[in-house]
């Protein structure tokens, strides 16, 4: 297939409650390897898969998160942060991770690809997409 | 262009349509179906969400959920046009795409 | 136009099944093209043949099965899914050493290459979940 | 068993979007039918599940509306309706179905066991319970 | 004390299963009884035997099993449900024409009854679900 | 005596904490677990809720829970007990019943 797209994750759902947010983490990384152009968008309680110093031992189940980080090595090259979700919930972008970036061609890096936009922005971004996935 | 957001979820046990409301934009097509047709009834603590949006944005309910419900089709918000599953394949055809509001 | 279909949940306990099929079925009606049906998260769980609902009740992965035969449709069970929630072909059954299977007539278990592959060969994705 | 409970049912899903009302309906009868002192609460999208002409030939789903109705005759006896619930959605004692009661030993006999009650008093009946079945 | 056990959800979508594994086994710990666990609506699923987690992960229906194993738990898996989803014992099978099973060890499938005695006979009733 | 009422979805997404609060009495117990830790946050837009309630109803959050979720115990909303699994089977016990708002 030569065809590429725009292909929108839409991060609506907090991690560990459902699985949501960690299986459709591993359709990003699918579709990372297609060598489509892949973004996130971390809406409502979607913002909460991206806190720092995520701890799961007393639960039992497997700490997902530090995948977020490695997303960079995966090509992907944008990850929004809708700003009123992330202002309603008390949390700045300090308490988020970061994910650097690096093309290894022409070595043009960026120290962390993951933005806070507003409202305006977010939709404007799920329009420009050509398919946005939902889980 | 523009693209179709759909809602499943009802207003007042989600926040599903709120955020579809907040991050669709103007000339967007909604479709309200499953337990998501609640927020296309007049009269309720939710109805000005629809009833604000209806000048900018084109609301549609999926009758066959509606009917299931059990709610009288003359209950329905001024401005909300009703399909059938041949309309709502319709209007995926007619817009870009579709952003399921999950 | 060519369509894809994502399915999130499983049968019976959400709607979101149900109203694949009946969204799918009127595509098809219509003369649209369905490229692939494709099963994620407990979506997976429509594709087993052990089911028995109430006679009185819709038959959801018969429904399925027979819109698959009538159209040819292609039904994708996402593999990994299928394994944490226990829907087994032969192949999954001889690689995991299970001793049955319950994978529903028409259905087939893949990998999410699958999905992306319907994301870019399709038209629309529609997606039907919680 | 000689015991015997007060079962609260705490119904607050709509119907058809997923099936816990209709599932949960099943449990009803059969605690009914264990002679337990059985109470349904309808509260949030619960209040849904009552509704009148409800009509699912469009869905292909199976219309369980119609058991509601048929409650008194398994002696059920008090079917609560949270008001605040209902106002919120726009809808009166009207608009739901009315569920007869009759005690065939003593012939005493209640029109309409459908009840709307203020908060307080929900949480009183829920608290005076002794066990508060949830779907 | 005596605690039961309602689980209304299958195991990895949602976390209930998780959440009430960890409970019981809590209970259990300090002592307490448990009369039954009781898997309702979509929980009949953890009661297959044909699930194959990532080994890096828990592997819910055996946590379940082997707590069954140790304390002589109770697993009841409601019958109604279960027809309706696909868990399927040789009963089950024989009674409704099914060419295989997928009951996992120490579960069993029961009526709706057992959920009942089970409110009735226990000090608590403690559900879990989405 | 008094109840035990267990929330265990994100007070963002549901409204179950919401009706868990108006529909329990008094002297209540609460816990909030799975995503329901959330509720527990200070300074979110819904951090009044727990807040107002905590002179009148004991409110707990299970605290594997809320470590999973990368929160600092700093944040907690003053007057909020956290306990871990055996504290929850304590609470369970404690009370008369327990009242699940899934």
Known sequence: MSDTKNFMFLNRRAPYGTIYAWESLEVVLIAAAFEQNVSLMFVDDGVYELTKGQDTTGIGMKNFSPTYRTLGDYEVRHMYVDKASLEARGLTADDLVQVEWEDWETEESVDNIVEVVDSDRVAELLEESDVVFSF | MSDLHTVNKSPFEKNSLESCLRLSKAGSAILLYEDGVYGALKGTAVENMIASVVADKKVYVLGPDYKARGLDESRIIDGVEVVDYAGFVDLVEANDKVQAWV | MKFSIQVNEGPYQHQASDSAYQFTKAALEKGHECFRVFFYHDGVLNGTRLTTPPQDDRNIVK????????????????????????????????????????????????????????????????????
């Open chain 3, 63 to 130: 429904n399925w099965t027979d819109l698959a035969e009538e159209y040819d449709l292609d039904l994708v069970v996402c593999v990994a899914a299928a394994q944490r929630r226990g829907i087994v072909d032969d192949g999954e059954a001889e690689r995991n050493g299970k001793d049955a299977t319950n994978i529903a007539p028409r259905f087939r278990i893949s990998g999410l290459g699958q999905l992306v592959e319907a994301a870019i060969q399709s038209d629309r994705l529609v997606v039907f979940g919680d």
